[in-house]
Nanobody, 120 residues
Framework: QVQVAESGGGLVQAGGSLRLSCVAS????????AGWYRQGPGKQRELVAA???????FYEDSVRGRFTISRDNAKNTVYLQMNSLKPDDTAVYYC??????????????WGQGTQVTVSS
């Protein structure tokens, strides 16, 4: 079993920055691919950024150029650097860590989320 824990959320003024961390732990804690999702008040959960096992990245249009996803494989950690934050970025941010076994099976693990609040 894999446990995923997010941290780094908080309250910040518009234009500020935060860095979120997602750490995987457990018997097999390496992360193959990962994504950061967010769910704002009254909204559906949406994919914000993702990174593949080879380091390829994806960004949702509204955060491209402001957010950067990265990974440190030695620490089983994925980061989301968020700059130029806007009130619309206010949400609970969730990390999804994906593992792929040798047979091609995929397992997804979710953290509990970390609150990001951006004041205007």
């Amino acid at each position: 079993q894999v446990q995923v824990a997010e941290s780094g959320g908080g309250l910040v003024q518009a234009g500020g920055s935060l860095r979120l961390s997602c750490v995987a732990s457990g018997r097999r804690s390496s992360i193959d691919a990962a994504g950061w999702y967010r769910q704002g008040p009254g909204k559906q959960r949406e994919l914000v950024a993702a990174i593949s096992s080879t380091g390829s990245t994806f960004y949702e249009d509204s955060v491209r150029g402001r957010f950067t996803i990265s990974r440190d494989n030695a620490k089983n950690t994925v980061y989301l650097q968020m700059n130029s934050l806007k009130p619309d970025d206010t949400a609970v941010y969730y990390c999804n860590a994906r593992q792929t076994d040798r047979g091609g099976g995929v397992s997804d693990y979710w953290g509990q989320g970390t609150q990001v609040t951006v004041s205007s």
